[in-house]
């Protein structure tokens, strides 16, 4: 069964960094890509990034050259590197392979 779990998220101020995990079970890196959404509070669900099993990755617009996602094929976990967070980069991430979701991790930005 595939499993994906989140963490890393919490408070942090503006102009400051977080690193997010996501620890994969049930599918392996090696085969399969992972995607990085957020969800605001009242908004829609958004996508931020992902990865693909061979190392591509892309962004949304709204946080290239600020977030970096990467994976470690050896502990099957994805990393999602934010920095220079905003405000608006408040909301709950979750990662999401095969339409399998994570619980999701809070991140919120404030002074």
């Known amino acids: 069964q595939v499993q994906l779990v989140e963490s890393g998220g919490g408070l942090v101020q503006p102009g400051g960094s977080l690193r997010l995990s996501c620890a994969a079970s049930?599918?392996?890196?090696?085969?399969?890509?992972i995607d990085w959404y957020r969800q605001a509070p009242g908004k829609q669900r958004e996508f931020v990034a992902f990865?693909?099993?061979?190392?591509?990755?892309d962004y949304a617009d709204f946080v290239k050259g600020r977030f970096t996602i990467s994976g470690d094929k050896d502990k099957n976990t994805v990393y999602l590197q934010m920095n220079r967070l905003k405000p608006d980069d408040t909301g709950v991430y979750y990662c999401?392979?095969?339409?399998?979701w994570g619980q999701g991790t809070q991140v919120t930005v404030a002074s």
């Open positions: 999401m392979t095969l339409n399998y």
């Open positions: 049930g599918i392996s890196l090696s085969t399969h890509a």
């Open positions: 990865i693909t099993s061979s190392g591509t990755t």
